[in-house]
């Protein structure tokens, strides 16, 4: 009954702009926290951003910050991440999850629910 589906991925040149999208159905994301990650080939999933419960408090990991925005649309039950300014080094399918406590961890094992994830590549 609980589902998140991501959406928004494709290619996309250097410097260009992405907005992913996680809508969750069978529960309201206003009572988790959600996490983006992603996962390169070859590499482990690494934490990307975080909004918490209280939508007051958000997370970016260095390599995105100022470039990465996380929002949340509580009527339209679903999570964005806004990617601007993107790097090849960005190339990895885009997770997102929620996390019961509320509170933001960057850690993968954390989080309760994940989605089956958006492939974004980016290339000239």
């Known amino acids: 009954h609980l589902q998140l589906v991501e959406s928004g991925g494709g290619l996309m040149q250097p410097g260009g702009s992405l907005r992913l999208s996680c809508s969750a159905s069978?529960?309201?994301?206003?009572?988790?926290?959600i996490g983006w990650f992603r996962q390169a080939p070859g590499k482990e999933r690494e934490g990307v951003s975080c909004?918490?419960?209280?939508?007051?408090?958000?997370v970016y990991a260095r390599s995105v910050k100022g470039r990465f925005t996380i929002s949340r649309d509580n009527a339209q039950n679903t999570v964005y991440l806004q990617m601007n300014n993107l790097k090849p080094e960005d190339t990895a399918v885009y997770y997102c999850a929620v996390d019961g406590t509320g509170v933001c961890y960057m850690r993968a094992s954390r989080y309760d629910y994940w989605g089956q994830g958006t492939q974004v590549t980016v290339s000239s």
């Open positions: 909004i918490s419960k209280n939508d007051g408090n958000t």
């Open positions: 069978g529960f309201a994301l206003d009572d988790y926290a």
